[in-house]
T-cell receptor, first 112, second 114 residues
Framework: QEKVQQSPESLIVPEGAMSSLNCTFS?????SIWWYQQHPGKGPEALI?????GNKKEGRLTVYLNRASLHVSLHIRDSQPSDSAVYLC????????????FGLGTTLQVQP | EAAVTQSPRNKVTVTGGNVTLSCRQT?????MYWYRQDTGHGLRLIHY???????QIGDVPDGYKATRTTQEDFFLLLELASPSQTSLYFC?????????????FGPGTRLLVL
């Protein structure tokens, strides 16, 4: 069974700082990696996904994927208080019919 | 933007009770999913479907039934609810099942089984 581990469990950063979140997965056949954001009382919302080794940038978000080390990171530039939320890393394994396997999440708090 | 709605938003029942959670999506997505979210376990897939009348078993299906009546509607049934099923339940939908297809989540239903 695929395992997805996230670190740190919680992160506090000042407004304007860079937030860096990490995720490791156990299956090198993981086809895609997704980051979801979940605010209290809401459902998860897809932020960004990556399929190929390397990096992908969308606005203030940058994702780095290293398949050899089974590691992916999410970096949020110029963090804002509205970014405070739980960030969930999820993987889809090749041939697993779109099934998302989630990590436990990182709670980000951005202090004004 | 995909729209997924769930009802009820909160539900309290007793052990042995019968509960139905409802989910509707309005974007004609083919795939619909039921997850539960628990502290220490994260989000786990219960059942999913790729069309009306279809049902696929997820990772934690025991104690749950599901039914997809239309393209839009997906129901989760707990016929003999137990306290271990106290959880936050999310429905999601996606257009296809590929690795590049975004899953859109509903707002969740909080279920308490006494």
């Amino acid at each position: 069974q695929e395992k997805v581990q996230q670190s740190p469990e919680s992160l506090i950063v000042p407004e304007g700082a860079m937030s860096s979140l990490n995720c490791t997965f156990s299956n090198s056949a993981s086809q895609s990696i997704w980051w979801y954001q979940q605010h209290p009382g809401k459902g998860p919302e897809a932020l960004i996904s990556i399929f190929s080794n390397g990096n992908k940038k969308e606005g203030r978000l940058t994702v780095y994927l290293n398949r050899a080390s089974l590691h992916v990171s999410l970096h949020i530039r110029d963090s804002q208080p509205s970014d405070s939320a739980v960030y969930l890393c999820a993987v889809i394994i090749t041939g697993n019919t779109g099934k998302l396997i989630f990590g436990l999440g990182t709670t980000l708090q951005v202090q004004p | 933007e995909a729209a997924v709605t769930q009802s009820p938003r909160n539900k309290v029942t007793v052990t042995g009770g019968n509960v139905t959670l409802s989910c509707r999506q309005t974007n004609s997505h083919n795939y619909m999913y039921w997850y539960r979210q628990d502290t220490g376990h994260g989000l786990r897939l219960i059942h999913y479907s790729y069309g009306a009348g279809n049902l696929q078993i997820g990772d934690v299906p025991d104690g749950y039934k599901a039914t997809r009546t239309t393209q839009e509607d997906f129901f989760l049934l707990l016929e003999l609810a137990s306290p271990s099923q106290t959880s936050l339940y999310f429905c999601a939908s996606s257009d296809a099942e590929g690795a590049r297809d975004t899953q859109y989540f509903g707002p969740g239903t909080r279920l308490l089984v006494l």
